[in-house]
DNA sequence: TTTACATATTGACAATTCTCGAAATGTGTG
DNA sequence: CACACATTTCGAGAATTGTCAATATGTAAA
């Protein structure tokens, strides 16, 4: 496991992203119910629909989509489509190789 | 110790920057010795002057007093004056608060 | 005090990032 | 198929950052 040191920074460098992974580690304290709507229940483990993450950054989707598309390029995301809805949640693996980067190298 | 998670991942997404911080981690290995020129001898505590810093960047003396001063103002150095040198060196009270925030709460 | 040097500040322009609305794409439903 | 909806991509203008040369400031030496 290897990071991007630059490219984490950079994402991290934004009130919204870094509040949007944060709110990620409490997806039922943070965001409504997810895929209620869906009729085969599925895994969504601990994913956010686009649209919820939206509502709560309160910026357009098309800002948010690129917020999360950073995120994502920069290994802290993770995505997975399901129907309609692309489910977003922590990449905790680059997350915790982060935290020893910057404990142990930094 | 409470950190600013914005002006500091600003301050890391810079790759000079980052370097800059990592080099001062060894100033002896990275930097030629400080302070020889000086008749008293002071405690430089490890800190390196801007030009030597300048010399390895390959930047604009300019360009490399701006990015200590952006690393100062996220916390991540202190400076000292001895003469008409500045010693920049790390703040390594910020540094382990950083690597805290980032293990326990990112 | 004049000079030389180390660093900091200023002003400018190029490059990147922020952010949006509009348009495009993908997907389920009538 | 036609439509509605979730998301992404595109294009653009505003704001920020990168970077330098020129200038200013502070300090030591002659």
């Keep these: 496991m290897d990071i991007d040191m630059i490219e ?3 994402a991290l ?3 919204t992203r870094l509040n949007i992974l944060l709110w990620l580690k409490d997806p039922e304290g943070n965001f409504p119910p997810q895929g209620g709507c ?3 229940p599925v895994d969504l483990k601990g994913g956010v629909c686009v649209s919820s993450i939206q509502a709560k950054a309160n ?3 098309s800002t948010v989509s690129n917020y ?3 995120l994502q390029r ?4 993770l995505s997975e ?3 309609k809805w692309t489910y977003y949640r922590r990449n905790e693996e ?3 190789a982060l935290a020893e980067f910057v404990k142990e190298a930094l």
């Design 8 to 10: 984490i920074s950079k």
């Design 59 to 61: 910026l357009s989707p």
């Design 13 to 15: 460098s934004n009130e």
């Design 94 to 96: 680059t997350i915790k």
């Design 68 to 70: 999360l598309d950073t």
């Design 81 to 83: 489509r399901h129907g």
């Design 38 to 40: 869906l009729n085969e």
């Design 74 to 77: 920069a290994g802290l995301l």
